[in-house]
Structures are given as C-alpha cells and as structure tokens.
C-alpha cells in the first residue's frame, strides 16, 4: 500500500477539501504520484468518474470534491476515490451510491444499520486506490467527535482505525472557538482514536497569526498535539468548485456588472459548480436566490439548476413564488436555462409513475417549453462530448439524471451528444434546456451565449483559471504548513 495521511475537521465545512486538494497539489509538484480518497461523502453535486474494468458502463458517480483533487493529482477521478456517496433526496433520506453505481435508498436511520456492509466496499476501494501510488491524501467527513455515530463510523475514525492511518485534525478558526473544538475533541474521543491524531492545523485565519501565539499554547497544552501550521483565508479557493450546499447560504450578490443572472437555490440543489464558469466572467454577476426572497426583476438570465427531487423542488419553486416572478421575467424579454432538473420543471408536466423520487407522482411544470418529461428507473450516468445547435461551437460535460423527455420543443434540441439531439428550445429562442451539465465550462460556446444576451464575454480559459487556483492554494500551504512533516508522517 502506498503511504497515507487523513485530515479530518473539527466538524463540517472547515476547509478539508481545499487542503486535501491543495496538498495533493504540492505532493505533485514534488513528483510524488499522490491520489485521494474519502471513504464517504454527502453532497448532491456529484461528478462522473471511471469505473475501472467496466467497459460498458458510462460512468460511476463520486463527489464533486474527488473530481477536484484528482485534478490536483494530475490523474483521472476514479469511483474508488469516493466509494461510498449519500445523495439526500429528503430531510431523513437519501440515495446511496456505491462505487459509483446507485445501490439503493436509505432513511438516516436505516443508513447507520446499512455502514457494517459498506466498510467493506470502502476498504476493497482504498486498496485501488493505493496501487502505484506514493501517497494518498484522505478527507474526513463532518467531525470525529460524533461520538454518538462512532460504533458503526466509516468516514472518520472509524476508517482510519480499520486502515491505520494517521490523522491531522482541522480548526476553522473563522467561525470561532477553535481552542474550544480541538480541546473538546480530545476530551471526549476514546484513547483508541486519540492516538490515531499526530497533530492539528488552524484554518481560515485572518489577520496577524502572531496573534494566535497565546492560543496555540493553550491548545498544546490540553491536547499535547504538535501544531503543523496556521493557514491564512485562502483567496484562491472562491475560484474553486464548491461542494457542499452549505457555501450557498453565505453567498451574496457581488458588485453590479453588465449582465444579472439569478439562480433559484433549490432545496435540493444539485451541481450548482455548473454556474461556477459564468461566475468567473467580469461582466456577470451571478445572485443565488434563496427561499423567500424574489428572482430580482432586473435579471437578464435565469438559470434553473439540477435538483435531486424535481417534483418536491417544483412544488417549493411555486410555494416561493417563483413562478410568478419567472413568468414576469419572460414577459420583459428576458432569457431563461434549465440544467438537468431545471429543464425538466420548464415543461408542462413532470410525472413519476413508479414514485422513484416520493410520494407525488406528478407536478405541473412552469410551462416555459413544450414538453413533458416521466421518471424512469434507469439511470444515466456518462461524461459526453457534444456540439451546441445554436452555435455550432464543441462542448463538453456530464449526464446525470433520471427521465425522459419528449414533446414538440424537443424538434428543436439545444445539443448534439453522441450523435441523438437533447434538451429543447423555445420558438423565440429565448428558453433553453438541456441535461448537460458543465456546458457553461466550455469557453467559446460560453463566450458566444453571452454575446447573444449583448454582453462581451470569452477570452477566459476556465479550466486554467483552476489550475492556477489550485496551484496558489498549493503556495500558500507550502508557506503556511510543515508539509514535509505532514507527509513525513505518512504511513
């Protein structure tokens, strides 16, 4: 096995997939052939990775942090990088994907019964992951200190006990009480699990670290863990894909530019990275909306993302009011897409017979196209290569989704993937959906869309601009961190 090194959070949302990422960056940048890994992810923005020895299957799912630090390993993302994904599709349930192909549904509770059997897919995973590799670099998931969960745990300590890998333990200092997180997760972990620490990092600090000095003292004085080093707020990683939902309530509209586009946030937001490339323009300004608040009026573009629930998500679209405010925006002129979900709630009905997403078999649409879509059990799962109809320009990106689409505005299809015509236009011109995502990644076709709305965009190579951001997250944590200790460490 290739040696290993985990980082794990004080709880959620501390920064670990941008140090994983930026980590297995600067491993690269010393030559070593690093790979990730994380045991077990919950995130309904999900990426499309190979299935190794399945030639005929499309793709397998993991999440979209994998897919990321997989491009920091300078590797294609495998499913055996994240072998075990939870897609919540409710409050109490959600679908499990094993290695990458759906394995089936669970409530939370029936989910803790269900770990036992998954530890071993998880460890059968970890081993693949280990071939050829020099070092691999693990990502927790939420906190060790759920000790509550740690009988059946396979994401935290619960892997790194089963796997012997040591572990560097994650303070978010931004968020407060950080002295307080990692002294009480050393209180209240058991002996076992406490040995598996070898030392902890600060993350998110702002201002003068020197500062902190009293704090770090403090902290190695009920804990006795070695510091690695105090990390500053990383700028570079806003230009990163975001994985967990959770950054979308800290999101708020930046300054005006030439061109608004508003973006309902679904309950059940899936893949909401594909709006990441528009964001990245200088003459775009992208509002997330949440619930509650109106799709501003002087948006020129509405964009409706994927959803893990069509049918709960297009109920809450018209219990907010959204549907009203997007029949308000088409009558001013104004543009609308729908990814995925989102294009299916612009038709005129959504059914599901065979109650695949719940108890509600079928949803009136919001009527902004001319078809209907029915769930079906099966499930694609594929990355494509495609050629946008209204430009005539390549894209490329994934399929992830349930249903199928038919209806007259399907005569005019937005894209060519593989050779058979998806999505659908509007007569005007002015609507279009698709079930590719990632199509705002592919910089000409982006650069053209943008000029039809009469707003200049392009010359902005999107994929570089994260290669960069990865690379200065690498310098920064190069700077800031004992990294040759960390991977000294490794084992």
């Not at 018209?318 to 088409?330: I, K, M, Q, V």
């Not at 002015?430 to 053209?448: C, E, N, S």
Request: charged fraction near 25%; hydrophobic fraction near 40%; proline fraction near 5%.
């Amino acid at each position: 096995m290739a040696r290993a090194i985990m980082l794990q959070g004080t709880g959620s949302d501390v920064g670990k997939t941008v140090l994983v990422a930026g980590l297995c960056r600067v491993a690269k940048k010393r030559g070593l052939k690093v790979r990730p890994f994380k045991p077990q992810n919950m995130s309904n923005n999900a990426a499309v990775a190979e299935i190794p020895g399945d030639n005929n299957h499309g793709g397998g799912e993991i999440g979209r942090a994998q897919w990321l630090q997989a491009i920091a390993c300078g590797v294609p993302p495998s499913v055996h990088m994240n072998p075990v994904l939870l897609k919540p599709q409710t409050d109490v349930g959600a679908q499990v994907i094993v290695q990458g192909k759906v394995f089936g549904e669970a409530r939370a509770r029936d989910y803790q019964a269900l770990k036992g059997r998954l530890m071993d897919a998880v460890l059968e995973s970890w081993g693949k992951v280990g071939e050829g590799a020099d070092l691999v670099i693990v990502e927790g998931a939420g906190s060790p200190a759920e000790i509550n969960l740690r009988s059946r745990d396979i994401a935290n300590m619960g892997f790194a006990t089963r796997a012997d890998v040591p572990v560097v333990l994650v303070g978010d200092i931004d968020r407060g009480g950080v002295i307080a997180s990692l002294a009480g997760t050393h209180l209240i972990l058991p002996e076992e699990d406490r040995r598996m620490i070898v030392g902890y990092l600060i993350n998110k600090f702002r201002g003068d670290v020197s500062l902190f000095d009293d704090g770090l003292r403090a902290i190695e004085k009920f804990t006795g863990w070695r510091c690695f080093g105090v990390v500053p707020w990383l700028r570079a990683a806003a230009r990163l894909p975001s994985e967990d939902s959770v950054v979308l309530e800290r999101l708020a509209s930046g300054e005006a530019r030439a061109l608004k586009v508003a973006v309902p946030m679904l309950g059940r937001i899936a893949n909401f990275d594909d709006l990441d490339p528009l964001k990245a323009e200088p003459q775009v300004e992208v509002v997330f909306v949440p619930p509650g608040k109106k799709l501003p009026a002087d948006a020129g573009l509405v964009v409706i993302p994927g959803s893990k629930s069509t049918i709960g998500d297009l109920l809450k679209f018209r219990e907010n009011g959204w549907d009203r405010d997007l029949a308000a925006h088409r009558k001013r002129g104004g543009h609308v897409v729908g990814i995925c979900g989102g294009f299916q709630m612009l038709g005129r009905m959504v059914r599901d017979p065979d109650g695949i997403e719940g108890s509600v078999i079928e949803a009136e649409g919001l009527g902004l196209l001319d078809v209907e879509t029915v769930m079906e059990a099966e499930k694609t799962v594929r990355n494509v290569s495609a050629r946008s109809v209204p430009f005539g320009l390549p894209l490329e990106g994934y399929e992830i989704h349930l249903g199928r689409t038919t209806g007259p505005d399907t005569r005019r299809p937005s894209a060519i993937i593989n050779g058979a015509e998806d999505g659908a236009i509007s007569a005007d011109g002015k609507v279009i959906g698709t079930y590719m995502h990632g199509l705002f990644g592919a910089d000409g076709f982006r650069g053209k869309f943008l000029e039809s709305l009469g707003i200049k965009g392009g010359g902005l190579d999107y994929r570089s601009e994260v290669e960069r951001a990865l690379d200065e997250v690498a310098a920064e944590l190069e700077t800031h961190l004992d990294c040759d200790a960390i991977f000294s460490l490794a084992r």
